[in-house]
């Protein structure tokens, strides 16, 4: 049913005149005559009794107007939200966020969209790589961010890589090696080491940097960075990752870099992950752009040697 012909159908209830009901719905009297007619004819009953001093509703009119007026208010406050959609407003957008990504972007993703999209609601699961592609490709997340490290061979998904930052050690300043202008790989090993749990890229990439397993040398792995950075912060372990995530400690002096010689090249291999098939939400297009600008905020922070907070909005 053609929902024109509802408003055609609304308007003369409103009004009970063709006159007046013809310019409340923008068209000629004889066009909008034509109009209920059709539906009439369509519908098989009378919506309208006509006489010479207007028009009334029939028994079957009073019941079709009454089911109209909600479908034509359903049917706008549809468009309505499709627009919304169209402009990433509105919806539900769900998130996959690894570890580092987790530290990194849940402040400046959740303050963007409450400010710039409150209608959307937005759903972030945290999780190992493996576990956040699983829920990908089932189509319970959106879209990934975290490491692509050993995806590029992948069909089925379109990466897209973020800046890079380098990642290094970090102690507290009563740790013995706080103190010293370079540490060589010798003496960090004699020292306990924390991390999360590295993917085998980075994980190979660590041993050979040390000359050895990464395997034997890490003391103490957990899921989530703040239990490594309190393992640092207690004086106990140096801790390994990306110098954003402890940007806080690092900032109020809790937590110090330990100077490598030679120095660690490795820098962290993070990217947006989405399906190959699927046109992204234009909220998850938003996300995306935020995210590139928070990890070019971070990636030139660390190549000045700075830590701050960098968090640039899109409007």
């Known amino acids: 049913m053609d929902i024109r012909k509802l408003v055609h159908v609304l308007g003369l209830a409103k009004n009970l005149t063709f006159s007046r009901a013809s310019v409340d719905v923008n068209l000629s009297q004889p066009a909008l005559s034509r109009s209920i007619q059709s539906i009439e004819a369509e519908l098989g009953v009378m ?19 009454e089911r109209a007026r909600k479908i034509v208010l359903e049917t706008n ?16 957008l769900s998130i ?29 699961k945290r999780g190992e790589r493996d576990a956040l592609l699983r829920l990908l490709l089932d189509e319970q997340v959106d879209i990934v961010f975290g490491d692509i490290a050993l995806l590029e061979d992948r069909n089925d998904l379109l990466l897209s890589p973020l800046p890079r930052w380098p990642s290094g050690f970090f102690c507290a300043p009563n740790h013995p090696l706080a103190n010293q202008s370079v540490v060589t790989r010798s003496e960090l090993l004699n020292h306990r080491i924390s991390s999360i749990a590295l993917s085998p890229w980075a994980m190979a990439d660590l041993s050979e940097y040390f000359e050895q397993s990464a395997a034997s040398f890490i003391s103490f792995r957990s899921d989530d960075f703040r239990d490594v950075e309190a393992a640092a912060l207690g004086g106990r372990m140096v801790a390994f990752g990306n110098k954003p995530v402890f940007r806080g400690s690092i900032e109020c002096g809790a937590l110090r870099e330990v100077i490598l010689d030679p120095p660690l090249q490795r ?17 998850a297009i938003e996300a995306k752009a935020l995210v590139e600008s928070v990890f070019e905020g971070f990636s030139r922070a660390s190549m000045s040697d700075t830590v701050s907070s960098l968090v640039h909005p899109l409007r």
């Not at 919506?47 to 107007?65: A, D, I, Q």
């Not at 406050?77 to 539900?92: F, K, N, V």
């Not at 820098?267 to 909220?283: E, I, N």
């Open 96 to 124: 996959g966020l690894g570890s580092t990504a987790a530290i990194v972007l849940i402040e400046p993703l959740l303050d963007y969209f409450a400010e710039h999209a409150p209608q959307l609601r937005v759903n972030i």
């Open 267 to 283: 820098s962290a291999r993070f990217g947006t992950v989405s399906l190959a098939a699927r046109t992204l939400l234009p909220a």
């Open 77 to 92: 406050e549809l468009r309505r939200d499709l627009a919304l959609m169209q402009r990433g407003e509105y919806g539900e």
């Open 47 to 65: 919506l309208f009794e006509r006489t010479k001093r207007g028009v009334s509703l029939t028994p079957y009119g009073k019941v079709f107007t």
